[in-house]
């Protein structure tokens, strides 16, 4: 006998949005379809935003999990690896809402796992989602709830939890505006799990009870994927050179990283905008400055006399990292907050970062501590790039990456024991 639904209040803030919801249908496939005009949804795909699946559901226990963007994905990865390993009558669902997650997830899947776009906040979208896929579990990554999702799967009875939640002081702020919408939704999760002790009182702040500390799940994510018979084929066309890469850039990183080439004229420099819209703009800009460049998009190997190899690709992270000894991980010199720096280092890639990483604060202040990574100040890359220490850097970040996967073992127990699979 399945065990009765609790009943949790719902406030004033929550009853006026459900209500609202119910409207959306009347812009939803408008919206979309303006969307797709523009290239911001996937052509084949869209109509999963729609609530309608466009994979089967599996003969087995599903868990469904959801993070907002690219980053808070792949970070899912090693979370669901040793839940697969402890439940292998499980399978994964991981929903996302942009195009880009999508394509860059493709490539990295884990083991019986599929990836959908999870539908618009309407009870008729959501209805059809859910009834498709009967999940087990529910998991919420980071900070990301969608109030109609969440009480539609917990007036369903399937257990919610919410994992490697981070929460600045300034959403905070924007959030106890509005406490009691949040602490409605989150009354109705049966275990909460936030990456440090800060995020910890904001949750508890927010209305969250027994919020558990488990750290940051991406140190944890497994490597990101590359194809072996390209990567060896770059390998040996670039034998003899050394490469770094400059990954997820923005304007202010990709100033910093072609300073730091015209002192490096005997290195490759692939440079990764975190945009590769912005690709045209980039290599005008290089050439103006009087680098050789071939774009990834043409084809073919970089030449000797290449100096920039512009990375005008989705889902190639991998190979890049795998190619480089050292990592510029973008988003420190634009007010941007910084990108994810364990991807290189599970690599081997030693990381170098610009001055503004609160996006990733936790993350960067542990590296630091290890000497596992390098703030570089602006016009210092290249004389952090000649710097011999890069090696020992390199190795001492990826003994953290080790040490991460060693820790998920009861945090997946605990959730698996809420899908009544342990």
């Not at 300034?170 to 009691?180: D, G, L, N, P």
Request: proline share 6%; glycine share 8%.
């Amino acid at each position: 006998m399945s065990e009765p639904i609790p009943i949790v209040r719902k406030g004033a803030l929550l009853q006026i949005y459900l209500l609202a919801s119910q409207a959306l249908p009347l812009l939803g496939q408008p919206l979309l379809r303006r969307r797709l005009r523009r290239g911001k949804e996937d052509t084949t795909r869209w109509r999963e935003k729609l609530g309608e699946p466009s994979a089967r559901k599996p003969e087995a226990p599903v868990i469904w999990m959801h993070a907002v963007g690219l980053g808070e994905v792949l970070a899912l990865r090693g979370l669901i690896g040793e839940m697969s390993a402890k439940a292998p009558e499980a399978e994964f669902l991981v929903t996302s809402s942009a195009r880009s997650s999508a394509q860059v997830l493709a490539r990295n899947l884990p083991a019986r796992t599929r990836h959908q776009f999870l539908p618009l906040d309407a009870p008729g979208y959501l209805k059809r989602f859910l009834d498709h896929w009967q999940p087990a579990l529910s998991i919420w990554a980071e900070q990301e709830l969608w109030p109609g999702a969440v009480v539609a799967a917990h007036d369903r009875g399937v257990p919610l939890a919410m994992v490697n939640a981070r929460i600045s002081a300034k959403s905070y702020a924007k959030r106890a505006r509005v406490r009691q919408l949040y602490a409605d939704l989150l009354a109705r999760f049966k275990l909460v799990s936030a990456q440090d002790q800060a995020t910890a009182c904001r949750l508890e702040g927010l209305g969250a009870s027994s919020v558990r500390i488990d750290g940051s799940l991406k140190p944890a994510a497994p490597a990101l994927v590359a194809d072996e018979a390209e990567h060896a084929r770059l390998q040996a066309g670039l034998s003899g050179r050394s490469v770094w890469v400059a990954a997820s850039t923005h304007p202010g990183d990709e100033t910093e990283a072609l300073l730091a080439a015209h002192t490096l004229p005997e290195r490759l420099l692939i440079l990764v905008p975190r945009d590769i819209r912005r690709a045209d703009d980039i290599a005008s800009e290089a050439i103006k400055q009087g680098f050789s460049v071939l774009r990834r998009s043409q084809g073919g190997l970089p030449a000797d006399t290449t100096r920039i190899w512009l990375a005008d690709s989705y889902g190639e992270m991998g190979l890049w990292y795998r190619l480089a000894d050292a990592a510029l991980v973008g988003g420190g010199f634009d007010e941007i907050g910084g990108h994810n720096p364990w991807e290189p280092a599970a690599l081997g890639a030693a990381v170098l970062h610009g001055p503004d990483v609160r996006n990733f604060e936790r993350d960067y202040a542990t590296l630091r501590e290890a000497q596992a990574a390098r703030q570089v100040a602006r016009g210092s890359l290249a004389d952090a790039l000649k710097d011999p220490e890069l090696f020992e850097m390199a190795h001492r970040a990826h003994a953290l990456v080790e040490r991460a996967r060693g820790s998920l073992a009861p945090l997946a127990t605990e959730l698996l024991a809420l899908a009544r699979l342990q």
